[in-house]
């Protein structure tokens, strides 16, 4: 690592470090807990406290430092490792071994804990998981200090340090599969799941029975939403292991993928079979249900999982936005109690705050309601890297380089196939109602929020760690008129699984609207379709939800607030460059004028007027997100409003939206 790239704190630490490892903790301690007055949420600079502390048989500050750090960063390895070697220096060998498992389970490359684990299951007697540690030591001793170095940092999150060891060792070393493995799964992580595809493939052509690779391969054409390749590799792995749970899992997840829910519940109920007390597989079996419409065997799936786990907050979360759910007062007092307790991981409380605000606001304590919603909102922005600025530089980019002129001068390039039809705005805008009256229609094929927009915006921009060094949208004057046909190619290619015969289908991904560009460069002739709703309307019901993965700029008045400007400031934009390009949806008028709203949409798809796309409550297809069973019914107005019980502590959303409140219309 070449020092001039690191910050006065990691120099720092670094310099600790070696001190450390030199065996001076008396001199270390002092000036670790100085830095730390500056620094007080420093991973590295606390655990380096601690260990200091318990070398210097200060146990009990020891502790006192790993419970800091442990709130922080529950899921941080190398805390529960000191906490098993501070054990140790008491001789509680159970709560050593405890403390270890903890680590390596997270962070399996850890030799010291492995180590220890094989010493103390022989002081113990328990020859049996001695040996299996032996086996762990041996392993990772078998390996190149860089991939186990590499290894160890990836678990732990430290990506960028991760990939700077593991590149150089790879020049020199090209045919080792571990290394490969380790550069492969940053790309995973880094979503450059191109480069991760092809990497996988060179280690299982170099170790063709590596079945973590194998996994990890699966892993990756999943995340493609490349199903059926999926499905042949996980077979494999199958072949040789019928009962593992991760490839049973596995297996089920591209099941759903290709939208075979009634599969993946077959594989589901031999998973409750094989594991009773599994918690995972009744919530993944209330999710399967809820997507095809069998809402009270999910509720009862959603019950079990939490019966199994009282304190799973993703039970309740799911119970609760299955939206027509009401909560009984024996679950309300369950969720109170256990997100009141300090044991509660943070996951968990998040979810369950979540949960308990749509359960209050059911029962009409909007007071409450909010406070926890606030809460849940807190709690998870707590959690996220989210950084509103990032948006809105790039949206700064994309009115610079998408001018009229730029789409001008490419005239004509991109694919030309019309079929795709683009559904896209903000997340509660609306979406999933319009996704529903167009897949009701005979010539349109409702699919999911498909990612492959977001695929093709990595591989142009690359993976760099930091804003500055992403090339999108920037280098989008750089591609030729073969690359956007090559883009559009792919996409239709890539999607082609999500298909039957008809002749169109939808992406619903709402996050496309900051790519209308690019889409129009890469599939000129798709229909786009901008879904919208009133802000104070979308924006609350993006604050009171809960989100499985994405949509960070949800969590946090400021940032919802924010993000819709940007959104508007965006979407003028492309109006701008690509006049007549967007159909802009008021969901209010929708509601107001379903009919009218229904034949204007078809017009501008070019297709004829179906009554099937008015009786779009009728239409039995798999829907995954939010407002499943909302779509489901006939169209109400109830929910239009929904915000103005809470309107007594919605002023400062409404200060943060300033002239959006009324410039949404514009």
């Known amino acids: 690592m070449d020092l001039q790239d690191l910050s006065p704190v990691e120099a720092e630490v670094l310099r600790l470090r070696q001190m450390q490892q030199a065996g001076r903790h008396a001199d270390v301690l002092p000036g670790a807990i100085a830095l730390l007055e500056q620094y007080p ?20 500050p020891a502790f006192a430092t790993l419970d800091r750090l442990q709130g922080l960063y529950p899921k941080f390895s190398k805390q529960f490792q000191e906490r098993g070697m501070a054990h140790v220096a008491l001789k509680d060998a159970p709560n050593a071994i405890q403390n270890l498992l903890a680590s390596v389970n997270l962070n399996p490359a850890l030799p010291a804990s492995w180590s220890m684990l094989e010493g103390l299951y022989r002081l113990t007697g328990d020859a049996e998981n001695a040996a299996i540690a032996a086996d762990h030591v041996a392993t990772l001793k078998a390996l190149a200090p860089e991939v186990v170095q590499a290894t160890s940092l990836f678990a732990d999150g430290d990506i960028g340090q991760a990939e700077r060891i593991i590149r150089p060792y790879l020049l020199a070393h090209p045919q080792d599969p571990e290394a490969i493995r380790v550069l492969a799964r940053i790309a995973i992580a880094l979503e450059v799941l191109n480069d991760a595809q092809v990497l996988l493939e060179a280690v299982l052509e170099l170790s063709p029975d590596y079945t973590a690779a194998r996994y990890d391969y699966v892993q990756t ?13 996980i077979e494999k792995l199958l072949a040789v292991d019928p009962h593992n749970f991760d490839y049973l899992t596995m297996a089920a997840n591209v099941e759903v993928g290709l939208g075979r829910n009634d599969k993946a519940l077959e594989i589901y109920a031999e998973m409750a079979k094989l594991w009773p007390k599994s918690w995972d597989v009744p919530l993944w079996q209330g999710h399967a249900l809820k997507t095809i419409g069998e809402v009270p065997p999910a509720i009862e799936a959603y019950r079990t999982a939490a019966r199994l786990r009282p304190d799973f907050g993703d039970a309740y979360w799911s119970l609760a936005n299955l939206k027509t759910y009401r909560f009984t007062d024996d679950e309300i007092a369950a969720m109170r109690r256990e997100e009141a307790d300090d044991t509660t991981v943070l996951e968990d409380r998040f979810h369950l705050c979540f949960a308990l605000g749509k359960a209050l606001e059911d029962r009409g304590d909007y007071e409450e309601a909010f406070a926890f919603y606030q809460r849940g909102n807190v709690l998870k922005q707590s959690d996220s890297k989210y950084r509103p600025e990032i948006t809105e530089n790039n949206t700064e980019a994309q009115i610079r380089v998408c001018t009229p002129a730029f789409f001008a001068e490419r005239e004509g390039w991109g694919d030309s196939r019309p079929d795709p039809i683009f559904i896209l705005g903000l997340p509660r805008a609306g979406s999933t109602l319009l996704e529903q009256i167009l897949a009701s229609h005979s010539q349109v094929e409702g699919t999911q929020e498909l990612s492959d927009i977001q695929r093709v915006v990595l591989d142009i921009q690359g993976h760099g760690t930091y804003v500055e060094q992403q090339r999108y949208p920037g280098a989008l004057a750089e591609l030729t008129a073969e690359d956007y046909r090559a883009f559009g190619q792919r996409y239709l290619d890539d999607t082609r699984a999500y298909r039957t015969d008809r002749p169109f289908f939808i992406d619903k991904m709402p996050n496309n609207f900051r790519h209308i560009g690019l889409i129009h460069l890469m599939l000129p002739n798709a229909k786009i379709i901008d879904a919208r709703r009133d802000p ?34 965006l979407m003028r934009h492309w109006d701008e460059a690509l006049p007549g390009k967007v159909l802009r949806v ?81």
Request: glycine share 6%.
């Open 41 to 60: 949420e420093n991973r590295d600079l606390l655990l380096i406290v601690a260990a200091s502390q318990r070398c210097l048989g200060q146990i009990d």
């Open 221 to 233: 054409l999943v995340k493609r939403q490349k199903h059926l390749e999926a499905q042949g590799e």
């Open 536 to 569: 104070m309307s979308c924006c609350f019901s993006n604050f009171k939800q809960l989100y499985a993965k994405g949509q960070e700029f949800t969590y946090g008045i400021e940032n919802i607030a924010r993000y819709y400007r940007t959104y508007l400031e």
């Open 586 to 666: 008021q969901h209010e008028d929708v509601v107001d004028d379903l009919e009218g709203s229904v034949r204007r949409i078809l017009d501008h798809c070019g297709l004829p007027f179906e009554e099937a796309c008015i009786n779009f409550h009728q239409n039995k297809r798999s829907v995954r997100t939010p407002s499943s069973e909302q779509v489901r019914q006939p169209i109400f107005r109830d929910g239009l409003d929904q915000w103005k019980n809470f309107e007594p502590w919605l002023d400062p959303l409404k200060a943060a939206l300033g002239d959006a409140l009324t410039a949404y219309r514009d």
